[in-house]
């Protein structure tokens, strides 16, 4: 079940809120997960969907937390997005349809892509708390 705008912006930060529910992108460098390199499971901060694993998480420079794939195909949906003048593809959460980044292909083998996520979209399990994904 979904949460309604007003049950959004309750439980999330105002930062958490703007990122995931208005598309909006946090400041380079400024965000938890930049430079977090704990081993565990990155989250939807809004729904808890389990969305990248540390394992495929690399340092991109560019100020965002990168990876080369999610922990599962279906965990993301991809729309077009021409905004601010650019052609990107933008990222989201298949269950809550939170905003997360953008896609890009200029990542690291085995895929070449870098999955350019906002901080704010995300929250973190360590290993040992991290919940199951079908594929595990």
């Not at 729904?47 to 999610?70: E, I, R, V």
Request: aromatic share 10%.
């Amino acid at each position: 079940m979904k949460k309604t705008d007003q049950e959004y912006k309750q439980a999330l930060t105002d930062i958490e809120y703007s990122v995931t529910r208005e598309a909006a992108t946090e400041r380079p460098f400024t965000g938890k997960f930049w430079d977090h390199w704990d081993k565990g499971q990155y989250q939807c901060v809004c729904c808890g969907t389990p969305l990248f694993l540390s394992d495929t998480k690399f340092d991109a420079g560019c100020g965002w937390p990168s990876y080369n794939a999610p922990i599962e195909e279906a965990a993301i949906v991809e729309h077009k997005d021409m905004t601010h003048g650019m052609a990107r593809t933008e990222v989201r959460c298949s269950h809550c349809d939170a905003h997360l980044g953008h896609v890009f292909e200029d990542g690291p083998r085995p895929t070449g892509l870098r999955y350019c996520i906002n901080s704010a979209s995300l929250k973190f399990e360590p290993s040992a708390n991290a919940k199951p994904t079908k594929s595990q």
